[in-house]
């Protein structure tokens, strides 16, 4: 009998906690349902705030788009345009620099054809009489040491101008001459131009010539030469003698007078 109330009781035990465990579990479950549905429902509020923002700013990020897109557009274009013009300039750039190799070597073949020029004018140097070289010299000396082709052609033109001025007219020169008895003698020079001079002393003891002889001037003393159709040339030249003409002698070459 008390084996039986003793079972009994067992069983009323663990019934009661059955029923115990089934309340809690219950409870449980129900605690995290309403979790869940507030996250759910906190969701739903969340999504709908992040629509009704989309919506009201959905206007004003497209039109942030097409000006960009815009933006975009507008300097693509400026870069083609950029690039063209860079490419422009390349070409112009290297049409210039082709263009002055070409000038360069036009100017080189230029300095080198006046170089010969100004070469060849100096070359008849030797042959000018004294007067010509001095006025050469004092025009040369007025160029620098490191004076460029410019200034020399300007300074060869004065040269030819001096010459061309000397070649158009008569001159007489007065000047002091070492004779062949070596006495200095003042003696009067007239110039025909700067191929030819005759020269006479005052009292026409010494007489002679001057001309271009092997590339260079030569005064040349000749007692045969007449002194005295010398000096009238020289003083109808000076205007102290009446107009007149005057038979001077002209040796055309070596050993030939007339």
């Not at 750039?93 to 080189?108: D, F, I, N, T």
């Not at 590339?215 to 007449?226: A, D, H, R």
């Amino acid at each position: 009998m008390i084996v039986k109330r003793h079972l009994a009781l067992s069983i009323l035990l663990v019934l009661i906690t059955v029923l115990s465990c089934s309340n809690v579990l219950a409870k449980t479950k129900a605690s995290d349902i309403d979790t869940l549905t507030e996250k759910w429902i906190n969701i739903e509020r969340q999504t709908q705030k992040l629509e009704n923002e989309w919506r009201e700013s959905e206007p004003a990020l497209r039109q942030r788009i097409q000006l960009l897109k815009a933006e975009r557009t507008q300097l693509q274009s400026m870069f083609a345009e950029s690039k063209a013009a860079a490419n422009s300039v390349e070409n112009q750039r290297e049409a210039l620099l082709s263009k002055q190799s070409e000038l360069e070597a036009q100017q080189g073949g230029v300095k080198r054809k006046l170089m010969g020029v100004i070469g060849q004018v100096d070359s008849l140097y030797s042959s000018l009489p004294e007067i010509i070289r001095q006025t050469w010299d004092k025009e040369h000396a007025e160029l620098d040491a490191d004076a460029d082709t410019s200034n020399k052609l300007q300074v060869t033109l004065a040269k030819l101008s001096s010459l061309a001025q000397f070649n158009s007219k008569l001159l007489v020169n007065e000047t002091v001459m070492r004779a062949p008895d070596d006495q200095d003698v003042l003696v009067k020079q007239f110039f025909v131009g700067s191929s030819y001079a005759w020269f006479t002393n005052a009292d026409g003891q010494y007489q002679g010539i001057g001309r271009v002889q092997n590339g260079e001037w030569q005064w040349q003393f000749n007692e045969s030469v007449n002194s005295e159709a010398i000096a009238l040339a020289i003083s109808i030249f000076e205007k102290k003698h009446e107009p007149d003409f005057v038979s001077l002698p002209l040796t055309l070459a070596q050993g030939e007078s007339e």
